[in-house]
């Protein structure tokens, strides 16, 4: 899967049973939605196979689409009322990556980064050693504030996504601030940023747009575009309905933007769908996403393919429950895998009222 970091050494158990949700209801909704948008829904395994029924009297759970792990929530890994670095109340948009193998000394072997959104917001990081938590909180939060002269001085930034350069061996963070413009800094530790520029704004995009934000960028090679990285992010315009926009970069500083999204709103019979993920799995390439709570507040996935060229919306990807700490809601998933056990970290909860939650595949 793209952006994992593995080390089989270790095995963990066997996943615990996932609470009782709402996946048959929801899969159902997603088919009726796709079904409506003229796309549709499907629980199959890879290779095609159709997953075994569950067991009489227990919940049905089905896997995942195009081949993915069937992710169950695990435990929260960090809440607003407990760290100390709490301007606002809330969090949002975790980020995690390995570093054990890539930077010397560091804090932990897994950085997660996150940050309130809310003015000031603030780009935080913690550190632990599995992604089963426990993570603590880097004692100097925030690392990257939402006034850096003199380059800008905004109210807020927010939306970490940090890539690991390995061309130049350096930590990359896109972040967003205000939400019409993302921004780069680089860094050697992960922890102080270097600034380097803007790299994203609506200006880029077609008139009337107002937001560009929620961006992740991701090593993946685009040969007949001469490119090598992608973008992923959120688009809004004057109709306040977001979908989600991509763009395409041979360096990961210079960007050229499709004016069209690559996934509508509509597509797949939402309002709105933002915090988008670029996954690949058996030889193709998907984008994981979330919609909205009024539409259900899961995490749906379409496959995109290598090139980008397919819009094939596969429908539920992973279904919030009702209960704490979803309360119905899962978004702007991060992936990563410990040790050879695939694992989600994501947003669980309210739109800026939830926490980081953990669950594993």
Request: charged fraction near 20%; glycine fraction near 10%.
């Given at each position: 899967m ?8 270790q095995r963990h ?5 996932r609470?009782?949700g709402r996946?048959v209801f929801l899969r159902a ?5 796709a079904?409506?948008?003229g796309?549709?829904a499907t ?5 095609g196979a159709t997953?075994?029924p569950?067991p009489?009297g227990?919940?049905?759970v ?6 993915f792990p ?9 809440t607003p ?5 709490n301007?606002?109340?809330e969090?949002i948009?975790p980020c ?11 804090l932990g072997?897994?950085?997660?980064y996150y940050g ?9 990081l913690?550190?632990?050693d599995s ?5 603590t909180e ?7 504030s939402?006034?850096?002269q003199?380059?800008y ?10 890539l ?11 972040f ?6 993302t921004?780069?800094a680089?860094?050697?530790?992960g922890?102080?940023?270097?600034y380097?520029?803007?790299?994203l704004?609506t200006?880029?995009l077609?008139a009337?747009?107002?937001?560009t934000?929620y961006a992740?960028?991701f090593?993946h ?8 990285y992608?973008m992923l992010?959120m688009?809004?315009n004057?109709s306040?309905?977001?979908?989600i ?6 360096d ?11 996934v509508?709103?509509?597509d797949?019979?939402?309002?709105n769908?933002?915090g988008?993920h670029?996954?690949?799995?058996n030889?193709?390439?998907y ?6 709570k009024?539409?259900?507040?899961n995490?749906?996935i379409t496959?995109?393919?290598n090139d ?11 279904d919030?429950?009702?209960s704490?700490p979803?309360?119905?809601r899962s ?8 040790r050879?056990v695939?694992?989600?970290i ?8 939830g926490?980081?939650a953990?669950?594993r595949?």
């Open positions: 793209t952006q994992h970091d593995s080390d089989p050494k158990d066997t996943p615990e049973p609470r009782p996946r909704a997603v088919a009726t939605a079904v409506t948008s796309v549709a629980g199959a395994t890879a290779g997953a075994a569950a009489a227990a919940p049905a089905a896997a995942a689409p195009g081949g069937d992710y169950r929530y695990l435990k929260t890994l960090l009322s407990q760290l100390k670095y301007p606002t109340g969090i948009f995690v990556r390995g570093v054990y193998d890539k930077l010397a000394n560091p072997r897994y950085y997660l309130p959104h809310d003015a000031p917001g603030g780009i935080c913690a550190y632990g992604l089963e938590g426990p993570f880097y004692t100097a939060n925030p690392i990257v939402n006034n850096w003199p380059h001085k905004v109210s807020h930034v927010a939306s970490p996504h940090v690991w350069n390995e061309d130049v061996r350096e930590m990359w963070l896109y967003h601030g205000e939400n019409s413009t921004r780069l680089r860094s050697k530790d922890i102080t940023f270097t380097d520029k803007v790299v704004t200006a880029m077609p009337g747009s107002s937001e934000s992740r960028v090593r090679d685009l040969p007949s575009r001469d490119a090598r992608v992010f688009l809004n004057q306040n309905h977001r979908d926009a991509w763009g395409w970069s041979r990961g500083r210079d960007w050229t933007f499709d004016q069209q999204p690559l509508r709103h509509s797949v019979g939402a309002n769908i933002g988008p670029l996954l690949s799995r030889g193709s390439t984008v994981v996403y979330n919609t909205g009024e539409n259900g507040g995490l749906l496959e995109v393919g980008f060229s397919r819009r094939n919306h596969l429908g539920l990807f992973y919030s429950a009702n704490a979803d309360n119905g978004a702007s998933p991060s992936f990563g895998t410990d050879g695939p694992y989600m994501y947003e669980a909860g309210e739109r800026l009222q926490s980081i953990v669950a595949g």
